[in-house]
């Protein structure tokens, strides 16, 4: 957690995102006599004094919605400053849960889908907390010199919804174009997400995301114009600019020692922690990680894992 000289008080709070089979949130309004009254935000309240964010998810859930917490994981931990106040935030993902929620503190509820969350007059805090909603565990980087006919054979093994980065830097642009235009179609019906790492005009045209080197988003005066932005990060003030360039999420690494960067220490996970949590967008683990990872991003800060051979090989 960062440290500052702000005097304004620091408050903690535990809040989650309980989200249905179809996909739709629950939004709780705040009630009158509260701060920020009439204002939607996702459930929850403080963590008390030696009570873990989990204990303080449960227990408020419980006292707000009557429901009890069966699972859920760490989503994104933001750090939101208002006027006299700053807040933590630390949201999770709820997947699990007994009893139905219902209003214990005057409170209006609302379940809603993602798409629909911005016709809520929301708290600040809402929005970031819906771009790792959007986004799933896993971000495919296609092998460097892989043929058409192996991606479009390798599509059915990937992760459900992963996101496939189409990174092939010796193929030429015309050629790179023809063939993210040819791919386009299989990877939509296979239930992935194409993102593309050349002219941003490409991927619009395309409507895939666009994923950008570090010195590709370093030259952005502002958000391009494209359906989802990534970008390349090694450090948390590379995590901080992509954030204020409205990101969609970062790929932080090397995690672990790779033989493509032998020669450069690691972040390891207490590293790639203290870059990624609260740093106010979604990261992605790259760098000797996998699907088999998933846990271990989630309670470091991180949106899951990206990678190359975890995903391609047998």
Same mark, same amino acid.
């Given at each position: 957690?960062?440290?500052?000289?702000?005097?304004?008080?620091?408050?903690?709070?535990?809040?989650?995102? #309980?989200? &249905?089979?179809?996909?739709?949130? @629950? !939004?709780?309004? $705040?009630? +009158?006599?509260?701060?920020? *009254?009439?204002?939607?935000?996702?459930?929850?309240?403080?963590?008390?004094?030696?009570?873990?964010?989990?204990?303080?998810?449960?227990?408020?859930?419980?006292?707000?919605?009557?429901?009890?917490?069966?699972?859920?994981?760490?989503?994104?931990?933001?750090?939101?400053?208002?006027?006299?106040?700053?807040?933590?935030?630390?949201?999770?993902?709820?997947?699990?849960?007994?009893?139905?929620?219902?209003?214990?503190?005057?409170?209006?509820?609302?379940?809603?889908?993602?798409?629909?969350?911005?016709?809520?007059?929301?708290?600040?805090?809402?929005?970031?907390?819906?771009?790792?909603?959007?986004?799933?565990?896993?971000?495919?980087?296609?092998?460097?010199?892989?043929?058409?006919?192996?991606?479009?054979?390798? #599509?059915? &093994?990937?992760?459900?919804?992963? @996101? !496939?980065?189409? $990174?092939? +830097?010796?193929?030429?642009? *015309?050629a790179y174009?023809?063939?993210?235009?040819?791919?386009?179609?299989?990877?939509?019906?296979?239930?992935?997400?194409?993102?593309?790492?050349?002219?941003?005009?490409?991927?619009?045209?395309?409507?895939?995301?666009?994923?950008a080197p570090?010195?590709?988003?370093?030259?952005?005066?502002?958000?391009?114009?494209?359906?989802?932005?990534?970008?390349?990060?090694?450090?948390?003030?590379?995590?901080?600019?992509?954030?204020?360039?409205?990101?969609?999420?970062?790929?932080?690494?090397?995690?672990?020692p790779t033989?493509?960067?032998?020669?450069?220490?690691?972040?390891?996970?207490?590293?790639?922690?203290?870059?990624?949590?609260?740093?106010?967008?979604?990261?992605?683990?790259?760098?000797?990680?996998?699907?088999?990872?998933?846990?271990?991003?989630?309670?470091?800060?991180?949106?899951?894992?990206?990678?190359?051979?975890?995903?391609?090989?047998?």
């Open positions: 957690m960062a440290v500052t000289d702000d005097p304004r008080p620091l408050l903690q709070v535990a809040c989650g995102v #309980l989200q &249905r089979a179809d996909g739709a949130v @629950l !939004l709780a309004q $705040r009630p +009158p006599g509260k701060i920020a *009254a009439g204002f939607w935000e996702f459930p929850g309240g403080k963590i008390e004094p030696g009570e873990s964010a989990a204990a303080a998810l449960a227990r408020e859930l419980h006292e707000e919605l009557g429901v009890t917490l069966r699972a859920a994981r760490p989503l994104i931990r933001l750090r939101h400053a208002y006027s006299n106040r700053i807040v933590v935030l630390d949201t999770w993902l709820v997947s699990a849960f007994d009893g139905e929620p219902e209003s214990r503190e005057n409170q209006a509820l609302a379940w809603t889908a993602l798409d629909a969350v911005g016709g809520y007059d929301t708290l600040p805090t809402v929005a970031p907390i819906l771009k790792p909603l959007r986004l799933p565990p896993d971000y495919v980087f296609t092998p460097p010199m892989m043929e058409a006919a192996a991606i479009r054979a390798g #599509l059915s &093994r990937m992760p459900k919804h992963a @996101l !496939l980065r189409l $990174r092939l +830097p010796a193929l030429g642009d *015309a174009a023809a063939l993210a235009s040819s791919l386009a179609k299989s990877v939509a019906d296979h239930g992935l997400r194409l993102v593309l790492d050349r002219d941003p005009a490409l991927s619009r045209e395309l409507g895939c995301g666009w994923h570090v010195a590709a988003w370093r030259s952005l005066a502002a958000r391009p114009d494209v359906v989802a932005f990534f970008g390349s990060a090694h450090t948390r003030e590379e995590l901080l600019a992509l954030n204020a360039l409205d990101a969609d999420a970062a790929v932080l690494g090397h995690v672990q033989n493509s960067h032998a020669n450069e220490a690691p972040l390891g996970w207490t590293g790639f922690a203290e870059a990624a949590l609260e740093a106010g967008l979604p990261v992605y683990a790259i760098g000797g990680v996998g699907p088999r990872d998933h846990e271990r991003a989630w309670n470091n800060g991180g949106q899951g894992c990206a990678g190359i051979n975890a995903y391609w090989l047998p």
